[in-house]
């Protein structure tokens, strides 16, 4: 069936550092891909939807220019938390469909956990 | 989206059967009723997705009574594995705007021996 990987799975890094956690499609094309962010014992939160070839579109409360979004094949989409601090560690999680068949879930990936310092 | 409303949490033993409800008063004629089931550290995985009276696959079945304004989830015989958070949406699948899935609270099962 479909598959959405996420890299890296784990990351632990610095206060100040960018981050770039990457998205694929595995085995279908995805136009759209999403992030969403889920804080501990909470729900997930859809932060942009990434189009391929186009800006995203972020959700309200969300800084594009803080979380930097690049789909720029129909299998890859990037999230680049620029500038991390400590409030932006969070389990960040994509997903993604294959839209050229009618009906078709979204399928998520298995989440990158960032811890910042 | 349909706003959905699910209990926080539920208990259950091993072999029990399950029923999660989620009720969707304001379901859309065009909306369908899916559900994702989510493990601590990993992303939510598709459970099953239907639109009206009963649907069933291989991991549970999806209840809908005629007014649809309301679900239920059922896990037969769950294990120690089937402890998750399951979540209810509701939506047009066929709405592009679909895709951009508003998650709930949810329902976390915890499931003992």
């Known amino acids: 069936g479909a598959v959405v990987s996420q890299h890296p799975s784990w990351v632990i890094c610095k206060s100040g550092t960018s981050v770039k956690i990457e998205c694929r499609s595995l085995?279908?094309?995805?136009?759209?891909m999403f992030w969403y962010r889920q804080f501990p014992k909470q729900s997930l939160m859809l932060m942009a939807t990434?189009?391929?070839?186009?800006?995203?579109?972020?959700e309200q409360g969300v800084e594009k220019d803080k979380f930097l979004i690049n789909h720029a094949s129909l299998t890859l989409s990037t999230l680049t938390v620029t500038s991390a601090h400590p409030e932006d560690s969070s389990f960040y999680i994509c997903s993604a469909n294959n839209g050229q068949t009618h009906n078709q879930p979204q399928h998520f990936g298995d989440g990158t956990r960032l811890s910042i310092l | 989206l349909a706003k959905t409303t699910q209990p926080i949490s539920m208990d259950s033993y091993e072999g029990q059967e399950v029923n999660i409800t989620c009720s969707h008063n304001n379901i859309a004629t065009n909306d369908y009723i899916t559900w994702y089931q989510q493990f601590p550290s990993q992303g939510p995985r598709f459970i099953i997705q239907?639109?009206?009276t009963k649907v069933t696959n291989e991991v549970a079945s999806l209840f809908i009574p005629a007014d649809r304004k309301s679900s239920t989830l059922s896990l037969p015989r769950v294990s120690l594995s089937d402890t998750a958070v399951y979540y209810c949406l509701v939506g047009d699948i066929n709405s592009p705007g679909f895709q951009k899935l508003v998650f709930g609270t949810g329902t976390r099962l915890l499931v003992s021996p």
């Open positions: 239907g639109y009206k």
């Open positions: 085995d279908f094309q995805a136009t759209t």
């Open positions: 990434s189009n391929e070839g186009s800006k995203a579109t972020y």
